[in-house]
């Protein structure tokens, strides 16, 4: 889906930071991804991506199959447009990256992390804060389940 070709917002650690596997998918995965030590899920940012691009796509993990954000979804019903869906993920994309900018920060997963853990501890200042409420509101929208 062309969609998701311009997103990858699923595989780089913006929505999730693991990826439940099934038995046996760790050992074929091999190193093509990056394991958890603790309980063998798969780690994001995955390795396996690149340039917005599953990089095991024929090989990928079960979840990964099923996976669809709620904007994909409702594209594939027709509720949202090519043009709406695209906004969605234009949006965050656009979103993260200011927040990465107000962080000083360039990689925008590592800064996304950083200021959500910040946030917990309650140390984040104020116009992160503002940047990461804004980009939280639309990855809720655009898959309504973000984890923190
Ligand atoms: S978040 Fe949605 S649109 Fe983006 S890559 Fe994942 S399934 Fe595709
Ligand atoms: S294996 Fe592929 S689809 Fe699954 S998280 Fe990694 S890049 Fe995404």
Redesign the pocket.
């Known amino acids: 889906m062309s969609l998701c070709l311009s997103c990858?917002l699923?595989?780089d650690g913006t929505l999730f930071r693991r990826?439940p596997l099934e038995p046996g998918e760790g050992a074929r995965?091999g190193p093509r991804?990056r394991l958890s030590e603790g309980d063998g899920s798969?780690v994001?940012p995955?390795?396996?991506?690149s340039e917005r691009?599953?990089?095991?796509?024929e090989d990928?993990?079960a979840?990964?199959r099923k996976?669809r954000c709620l904007a994909l979804e409702q594209l594939e019903t027709g509720e949202l447009t090519e043009d709406e869906a695209q906004e969605l993920v234009s949006e965050a994309l656009a979103r993260r990256r200011r927040l990465a900018e107000v962080m000083g920060f360039e990689d925008e997963v590592h800064a996304l992390s950083l200021a959500r853990a910040q946030a917990a501890a309650g140390l984040l200042g104020d116009e992160a804060t503002a940047a990461l409420e804004r980009l939280s509101r639309t990855l809720f929208f655009l898959n309504l389940t973000v984890q923190r």
């Open positions: 990858g699923c595989c990826v995965l991804v798969l994001q995955c390795r396996a991506l691009k599953c990089g095991v796509y990928r993990p979840v990964c996976f």
